[in-house]
């Protein structure tokens, strides 16, 4: 239970911390669920030069540290958690990178689209491109993007249908054009058996 947390209390150790209470309440913010008599044996262990340093954490690939990112805080694991933190450690910019996102799913969850403003202007106001260019695409279709924020329509049920139509053509290997699709979708089921094998 503790090992996920043995490189930061390791870290935090070498740095001259060796007061195991409060390395314990340190790491329970982070999401350890373990006993502080766990994280007082490791730190005695520490100080007597018993047990040798624990690995590092790999470094997350990129695919990883945006899935981190976009993933809700309260659902993150400990180890988890960590790794985020290790990946904001090593680039700032990604601790306000973070900030946003955060802020921009709060808006989409919550419905307060009148909050879109001053998060398009506080994103502009920072040194982060990528993320400036989507805060001005926003602008580009404000008002729909506006009323995605802020009503509780949703076009899910059409892009559904759409994706779902797509699945259907992509089954036939490219053989199925839109005339397949539309006698597959209104055919009679005796009839359906002619329709495959004409994709064939």
């Known amino acids: 239970m503790l090992d996920a947390f043995k490189p930061y209390l390791y870290e935090q150790f070498t740095q001259g911390q060796h007061n195991a209470l409060h390395l314990y309440r340190q790491i329970r913010q982070q999401g350890y669920t373990g006993s502080s008599s766990t994280v007082g044996l490791y730190v005695h262990l520490l100080k007597r030069g018993i047990t040798p340093p624990p690995p590092p954490r790999p470094i997350p690939a990129p695919r990883t540290a945006a899935a981190l ?6 659902r993150l694991q400990p180890e988890q958690t960590l ?8 680039c700032p910019h990604l601790t306000t990178t973070t900030q946003h996102i955060r802020a921009f799913a709060a808006m989409l969850t919550n419905l307060t689209g009148h909050h879109l403003p001053d998060w398009i202007n506080t994103v502009r106001n920072d040194d982060l491109p990528h993320l400036r260019q989507f805060a001005d ?3 580009t279709d404000y008002n729909a993007v506006l009323a995605g924020l802020s009503t509780p329509w949703s076009s899910g049920q059409v892009e559904g ?5 797509k699945l259907v053509k992509r089954i036939g290997y490219g053989r199925a054009n839109f005339d397949l699709l539309r006698n ?3 055919c009679a ?6 329709i495959s094998d004409r994709a064939r």
């Open 161 to 165: 249908q759409n994706t779902r139509a």
């Open 184 to 186: 597959a979708s209104f």
């Open 69 to 74: 990112l976009l993933t809700r805080p309260d």
């Open 83 to 90: 790794s985020l933190n290790d990946v904001q450690a090593a």
């Open 189 to 194: 089921p005796d009839n359906r058996h002619k």
């Open 137 to 139: 695409g926003l602008r």
